[in-house]
């Protein structure tokens, strides 16, 4: 699935992309303010039955998630080796410190890692880069000469890709690719930024001919809605962070970051 191709049949792709976003707000503030298992666990626990409901389960173990589920342990090992140390220790080596305490952290990072990645990047699969701007634009009333750029910057990325394969077979072809690793590397950096350079320069200007520089009111070819629908997946989404602040609260686990 590349960027700019959503599958219509998803679940919630007919959705203002607006408030899929914004239904995620809610628990992503709720578990950025507390380090603790217990409600990054529920929360994950809820956005799974979620997901499985509304017929997005497979995108859950689908190949563009994996990033999320490969980093969380990375994260939370990271935290265990090396995060400050209290309570029982079970095994010291020099800067690595395992304890009581970094195991707890390595898993609430964990879980916290997950519980917010794993909706974002989910959702992010249903959301098409075109309704996105409009829903930005027309919704939130930002500026559409902003969100117009952002669209296309976001709509380069995957030309950008192309770029750097074509790149990479066109130098191997001429021999150049032969070099080291890193020399190889930075010289094709530098060509893929000149032909962004390029390409960018064309686009502005084959977009102010078209107007999207004009200070005048645009048009929409395609209007934006924004019903019951969006408020219940906003709804939603706040009942998650709601479920799991109290599931912390109540067990005695709610910890501040800053406590």
């Avoid at 859950?60 to 090396?82: E, K």
């Avoid at 916290?112 to 309704?131: C, E, K, Q, S």
């Avoid at 320069?201 to 070819?221: D, P, Q, V």
Wanted: charged residues 15%; positive net charge; hydrophobic residues 55%.
């Amino acid at each position: 699935m590349s960027i700019g191709m959503v599958r219509p049949d998803l679940p919630l792709a007919a959705v203002n992309p607006v408030a899929k976003v914004a239904a995620t707000i809610p628990l992503s503030i709720a578990l950025v303010l507390t380090l603790d298992p217990v409600s990054a666990g529920v929360a994950i626990v809820c956005e799974l039955i979620v997901f499985m409901a509304i017929g997005l389960g497979s995108l859950l173990w689908s190949p563009r998630t994996l990033p999320v589920w490969i980093a969380a342990p990375l994260t939370g090992l990271s935290m265990v080796l090396y995060g400050a140390p209290s309570g029982a220790t079970f095994w010291e080596f020099g800067l690595i410190h395992i304890s009581e305490g970094s195991l707890e952290i390595g898993l609430a990072t964990m879980t916290r890692v997950i519980a917010i990645a794993l909706p974002a990047v989910v959702l992010f699969l249903t959301i098409d880069p075109t309704d996105f701007a409009d829903g930005l634009a027309q919704t939130l009333r930002l500026p559409a000469r902003f969100v117009l750029g952002a669209l296309a910057a976001l709509r380069l990325v995957g030309s950008s890709i192309d770029d750097w394969r074509t790149l990479a077979l066109a130098r191997r072809a001429r021999g150049v690719a032969d070099r080291g690793v890193i020399r190889r590397s930075l010289g094709q950096a530098f060509a893929l930024l000149v032909l962004a350079i390029r390409r960018g320069s064309t686009l502005a200007t084959a977009m102010e001919a078209r107007g999207f520089g004009a200070s005048a009111e645009r048009t929409w070819a395609r209007r934006v809605h924004f019903g019951g629908t969006e408020w219940v997946v906003i709804v939603v989404g706040c009942l998650v962070a709601a479920i799991s602040v109290t599931a912390a609260v109540v067990t005695g686990s709610w910890n501040l970051v800053w406590s």
